[in-house]
């Protein structure tokens, strides 16, 4: 994934392999992080996906499975803070 210019560019697989997409920032509506799954039951360890939502309500998943809720926070601000989205406009149900 990378953001740059006007652009998300979202690409799948590993080492330029892959289909590459391209989302035009002002399509973007939220990229927020939810957990995905949890191994070990409800006290066990959640993983994290990245999701980003465009204004047409399309969603796609920018990042998997991270471990650490704090290192999908920061990713999520820094992918916000690129994208021009502020955590102010964003609401804890805009991903629903």
Known sequence: MG???CVLRLQTG????????????ADIQAITDRI???QGGSTGVPYYDIEMQLRSGKRFT??????SKREADWLVQEMRRLTGLSASTMSIG???
């Open 3 to 5: 953001i740059g210019g």
């Open 94 to 96: 805009s991903m629903s």
């Open 36 to 38: 995905n799954s949890q």
């Open 62 to 67: 920018l990042g998997r499975t991270l471990s």
């Open 14 to 25: 590993w080492l330029d392999a892959g289909k590459v997409r391209e989302f035009p920032l």
